[in-house]
C-alpha cells in the first residue's frame, strides 16, 4: 500500500488510519506532486482554500476508486492535531466506500479514548461529548456509550488525586514458559535461573533507593503493583524477599491497594499465597485466559482450565477477597460458543475483577511468526468482545478502565470490569496518567506526572534482566531524574 502525500506533514496519522482497514500490509510512502496514482495507492492532499483548509483523499484499491474531500474552517484547524484529524476523517470516508468496514471506533487510533473522552466531556458536557465521538471521530454508538460510562466510574478517582500521590510499579520478568501471543519482556525461568539471584538482590536495592527518593521529596505512596511476567514464577523464598524490601523501605502493605500478579495458575502453591498474605497483599490476579484446555495447549499455556479453577478456590480459601481473572477474545481456535463458555465460568466463579483483553498480534509475539495462525475469522473477535459486554454488565460488573493496542483482532479494545466499589485503581492511575507512576525493575518505565499537566517525562531502566543487572549503577544514577523532577 502507498500513500502519496502533498502540502501536508501528516504521514503518522495517515498510516494509523489506513492500518485500520489494511492491518497486515506494508505501508509506503511518496511525496511528489505528480507521482502516479498506481493501483493500491492513496493520494491525500491539503489545500488553502478561501473559506480554510481542503482535506482531500482519493484511493486506487483493487481495481476500484473512491474520493472525498471536506473544507474546514480555519478555526476548526488550529494546529497540526487538529488537521491530522481532518485528514483521517477524509480517508476514513473513502476507505470505509472501498471496504465497506466501518471501524467501532471510527478515526481513533491512540491508546486512551477514555482519556479522550473525559477531555470531551469537560469542554462540551456529557451529551455534546457524546456527539462530538459520534459524528465527528465516527465511534459507534456502544464504544461511545462505553467511553462514556468509564469516564462517569473514574471522575471519583480523578478528582481525589493529590499533587503528591504517586504509585509504584515493581517488574519480575520471568515466567515458567512463554505464551504464543505474549510481546512482554519475559524470560523462562529454566532459561534465566542464574540471573535470578542477583536480579531479586539488586531489585531490592533499587526499592531502597527509590524510596529514599520518594520520601525525601514528600511523596504519597497510594498502590503497589507487581507484574511481569509472572511474580509468582518467583520461589516463595524469592518472593518473600521481594515483599520484605516493599513493606521495609516502602510500607507497602500500609497502602490502599497492593497487588501481585498470580497470573499463572501453575505458578501458584498454597506456600506462595501465603507470602502474598502474610506481607499484606490485597488483591491478586488469576488469570485463565480461557477455560478450553486445547485453546490453552495452542497458545503454549502449561496449565488446565480445571487447575484455574483450583487455584482460585484455594486463594478464596486462603482469605484473598479481591481477585481478577483475565481472559483473550480471539485466541487461535477458540470459538464464539468456546469464548461464551469461558466467560460463563469466569462470572460463577465470582471475581471481583474480570479483564477482557483482545488478541493483539505484536511482533515480538511467537504467535506473530507464525505464516498463518489460526486466530478468530474477521468478526468473530468483535462478537466476543461485544459477548462480554453484555453478559459481564448483567452480571454486575461495570467497566472502570479501557485502553487500546496496535495491531488488535478487529481493530477493538481491552476493557477492565469489576464489581462496584472493587475497582483497581492502579489502573486508572496508570492507564489514564493521572499522577506519577515510579518504577522498579527490568523494562520497567517510571512516568513524572504533574495532575492536570499534559507533559510527562519518562525514565526507563534498562530492559532485559542480564542488562539490569551488568549495568545497574548506571541504571541508579538515572534516578536523579526523579529528583529533578520534584526539584
Not at 531490592?204 to 511476567?229: F, H
Request: aromatic letters at 8%.
Amino acid at each position: 500500500m502507498r500513500i502519496i502525500t502533498q502540502n501536508h506533514t501528516y504521514k503518522y496519522e495517515s498510516e494509523k488510519i489506513c492500518r485500520i482497514y489494511f492491518p497486515s500490509e506494508k505501508v509506503t510512502f511518496a511525496e511528489a506532486a505528480d507521482a502516479a496514482a498506481e493501483d493500491r495507492t492513496i493520494l491525500t492532499r491539503v489545500e488553502q482554500a478561501q473559506n480554510g483548509l481542503t482535506f482531500c483523499c482519493e484511493a486506487f484499491i483493487d481495481g476500484k476508486t473512491a474520493a472525498a474531500t471536506l473544507t474546514a474552517k480555519p478555526e476548526d484547524v488550529p494546529d497540526d492535531a487538529a488537521g491530522e484529524k481532518q485528514l483521517a476523517r477524509v480517508m476514513a470516508d473513502v476507505l470505509t466506500q472501498l471496504t465497506g468496514i466501518k471501524p467501532p471506533w471510527g478515526i481513533l487510533t491512540g491508546v486512551r479514548p477514555s482519556k479522550l473522552m473525559r477531555t470531551c466531556v469537560d469542554l462540551y458536557g456529557a451529551e455534546g461529548a457524546k456527539e462530538k465521538f459520534r459524528t465527528f471521530f465516527g465511534v459507534s454508538p456502544e464504544k461511545t456509550a462505553l467511553a462514556l460510562d468509564i469516564d462517569a466510574r473514574q471522575r471519583p478517582i480523578v478528582d481525589g488525586v493529590g499533587p503528591q500521590d504517586y504509585s509504584l510499579y515493581v517488574s519480575i520478568p520471568f515466567c515458567p514458559t512463554r505464551c504464543a501471543y505474549c510481546s512482554f519482556v519475559s524470560h523462562s525461568v529454566a532459561q534465566a535461573k542464574k540471573l535470578i539471584p542477583d536480579y531479586v538482590r539488586l531489585l531490592c536495592e533499587e526499592l531502597a533507593l527509590t524510596a529514599r527518593i520518594a520520601q525525601q521529596k514528600g511523596l504519597r505512596l497510594q498502590t503497589v503493583y507487581i507484574g511481569g511476567g509472572t511474580p509468582t514464577a518467583l520461589s516463595a523464598e524469592d518472593l518473600k524477599t521481594v515483599l520484605e524490601a516493599l513493606n521495609t523501605h516502602l510500607h507497602a502493605n500500609r497502602t490502599s491497594e497492593f497487588t501481585v500478579e498470580a497470573g499463572r495458575p501453575d505458578t501458584v502453591t498454597p506456600e506462595k499465597l501465603r507470602v502474598l498474605k502474610n506481607a499484606g497483599v490485597t488483591r491478586i490476579s488469576i488469570n485463565p485466559q480461557t477455560f478450553s484446555d486445547p485453546v490453552l495447549q495452542a497458545v503454549g499455556r502449561r496449565h488446565t482450565a480445571a487447575e484455574t479453577v483450583e487455584k482460585f478456590r484455594l486463594a478464596r480459601e486462603l482469605g484473598f477477597d479481591d481477585i481478577n481473572m483475565d481472559l483473550i477474545a480471539g485466541l487461535p481456535t477458540d470459538t464464539y460458543e468456546g469464548f461464551c463458555e469461558s466467560l460463563q465460568t469466569a462470572c460463577a466463579l465470582g471475581p471481583e475483577n474480570v479483564t477482557v483483553h483482545t488478541l493483539a498480534l505484536k511482533r515480538a509475539a511467537t504467535l506473530a511468526a507464525d505464516a498463518s495462525p489460526q486466530t478468530a475469522a474477521a468478526g468473530e473477535t468483535a462478537r466476543m468482545v461485544d459477548l462480554s459486554r453484555r453478559q459481564l454488565y448483567e452480571n454486575g460488573y461495570v467497566p472502570y478502565y479501557m485502553y487500546r493496542q496496535s495491531k488488535s483482532a478487529d481493530n477493538l479494545e481491552n476493557v477492565g470490569w469489576a464489581k462496584p466499589e472493587r475497582l483497581c485503581l492502579y489502573n486508572v492511575y496508570m492507564m489514564e496518567e493521572l499522577h506519577t507512576v515510579l518504577a522498579c525493575g527490568a523494562g520497567a518505565v517510571t512516568k513524572l506526572v504533574t495532575p492536570g499537566d499534559r507533559d510527562i517525562r519518562r525514565v526507563y531502566n534498562f530492559k532485559y534482566p542480564y542488562e539490569y543487572i551488568s549495568r545497574f549503577g548506571e541504571l541508579l544514577s538515572r534516578k536523579k531524574e526523579i529528583e529533578e523532577f520534584y526539584g
